[in-house]
């Protein structure tokens, strides 16, 4: 089965999951006020921010390496990790809550809790979503992805009427996942059950198999924090109303993005017999043939509909409390659609094993990110305006990795 095909079977699920997700962003804001949901989106990108401390990316590792056998072991040991570092992280938020912010035990306990909670859903979805990939289960993938957006939008509906908004949100989201994750279990081969384990993890090459680790994680970490960063600095600066308003925004603009990416990317990890067969050099290179050479008109696409959606669509249905300024629509959705086309040439630099050109440039985008942040901090300005400028500085610094990187392939 070629890539076009794969893509194609994973698109439709990935539609009908993003168009849940589009009605979602509609309704949610006519039935929870933006603090709300700017407590709700606070938690969420905490913890999307300390996720990939909990796979460390070792779930496309399991996806892509040769042997059946080492895909098993990985898959067993980041497992196990996600849930060690879930702990860890409860522990960590619930001191530093207490210790630096203004919040009460109790209301440090419930953040930290739910942040821990949301971190071991969201990696245990991942990880079987890369499980069935691996096995070539893409119905199954396709369809877990609109059980999840499904649920999660109908309990986020039939919850609202419950007092706490913010509570409500994030239990729709925890049961969404929980679903999916179900939908998505491969059930234990009692065969293999006993052969990992602590005891005898000792006769496997799992440090060899982790080497790659710490070339493809960085990157990762970076990407997590230049996401998270405006909505938990707009958060503490400007309160929940305004990181649920710019969360919105965010939001709605990555609902095409994560539909053409999904189903690009699901696509290539899938095809795990092409890369035992060609290795991952020769697999990106079939990539591009492909489907990289509609990038390009992908991504105008992307922008349109981004600009569409959310800056003419969703402001129809919000109503005063809700201010979505067009200006911000337009740099966020530039930004967006244009970070399509970074991760699929860091996935190409990483092929060829350039590892140091997107972990450099990750590191100088979220340096400028965090510079901007801090200069903030003592300067007054409005939120929207923050944002414009932090999503601009973004826009910019993935054209000028683009550009490099492109400069970079052609002259070696």
Same mark, same amino acid.
């Given at each position: 089965m070629n890539l076009q095909k794969r893509a194609q079977i994973i698109g439709v699920g990935?539609?009908?999951?993003?168009?849940?997700?589009?009605?979602?962003?509609?309704?949610?804001?006519?039935?929870?006020?933006?603090?709300?949901?700017?407590?709700?989106?606070?938690?969420?990108?905490?913890?999307?921010?300390?996720?990939?401390?909990?796979?460390?990316?070792?779930?496309?590792?399991?996806?892509?390496?040769?042997?059946?056998?080492?895909?098993?072991?990985?898959?067993?040991?980041?497992?196990?990790?996600?849930?060690?570092?879930?702990?860890?992280?409860?522990?960590?938020?619930?001191?530093?809550?207490?210790?630096?912010?203004?919040?009460?035990?109790?209301?440090?306990?419930?953040?930290?809790?739910?942040?821990?909670?949301?971190?071991?859903?969201?990696?245990?979805?991942?990880?079987?979503?890369?499980?069935?990939?691996?096995?070539?289960?893409?119905?199954? /993938?396709? +369809? @877990? =992805? %609109?059980?999840?957006? $499904?649920? &999660? *939008?109908?309990?986020? /509906?039939? +919850? @609202? =009427? %419950?007092?706490?908004? $913010?509570? &409500? *949100?994030?239990?729709?989201?925890?049961l969404g996942r929980i679903v999916s994750i179900f939908s998505l279990q491969v059930p234990p081969d009692l065969r293999r059950k006993s052969k990992y384990s602590i005891r005898n993890i000792k006769e496997y090459n799992l440090g060899t198999l982790l080497r790659p680790v710490g070339k493809i994680f960085p990157a990762g970490i970076f990407d997590a924090v230049n996401l998270a960063m405006p909505i938990l600095f707009i958060g503490v600066m400007f309160g929940t109303g305004g990181a649920g308003i710019i969360g919105l925004l965010q939001s709605a603009l990555l609902v095409p993005v994560t539909l053409v990416g999904s189903m690009t990317f699901s696509a290539i990890y899938s095809q795990s017999e092409v890369v035992q067969e060609l290795g991952f050099i020769k697999m990106y290179e079939r990539y591009r043939t492909e489907l990289g050479q509609q990038m390009f008109r992908v991504n105008i696409l992307l922008f349109g509909l981004s600009i569409f959606f959310a800056g003419v669509v969703l402001p129809k249905f919000l109503d005063n409390s809700w201010s979505v300024d067009f200006r911000l629509a337009v740099v966020m959705s530039a930004a967006f659609s244009l970070q399509l086309q970074t991760y699929s040439t860091i996935g190409i630099l990483n092929a060829l094993e350039k590892f140091n050109i997107p972990r450099n440039f990750a590191v100088i985008k979220s340096s400028a990110g965090i510079l901007l942040c801090f200069v903030f901090t003592f300067i007054k300005i409005e939120a929207a305006e923050f944002a414009i400028i932090f999503y601009s500085i973004n826009l910019l610094s993935n054209l000028g990795f683009l550009l490099f990187a492109q400069f970079k392939l052609k002259r070696d």
């Open positions: 990935t539609i009908v999951a993003q168009l849940i997700s589009a009605v979602g962003l509609i309704l949610i804001p006519k039935l929870y006020s933006p603090s709300e949901f700017g407590l709700y989106i606070i938690v969420l990108t905490t913890a999307t921010f300390i996720q990939p401390f909990a796979t460390l990316r070792i779930e496309i590792l399991s996806t892509v390496v040769k042997k059946q056998e080492d895909s098993n072991l990985l898959f067993w040991f980041v497992k196990r990790l996600t849930a060690v570092v879930s702990g860890l992280a409860f522990i960590f938020i619930l001191v530093f809550s207490v210790t630096f912010t203004a919040r009460g035990a109790n209301a440090s306990v419930g953040f930290s809790l739910a942040v821990s909670i949301i971190i071991l859903v969201q990696s245990f979805t991942i990880i079987f979503i890369q499980e069935r990939l691996r096995s070539g289960d893409l119905k199954r /993938v396709a +369809l @877990s =992805g %609109v059980l999840q957006n $499904g649920t &999660t *939008l109908i309990f986020q /509906v039939i +919850l @609202s =009427g %419950v007092r706490h908004g $913010g509570l &409500t *949100l994030f239990l729709g989201y925890v």
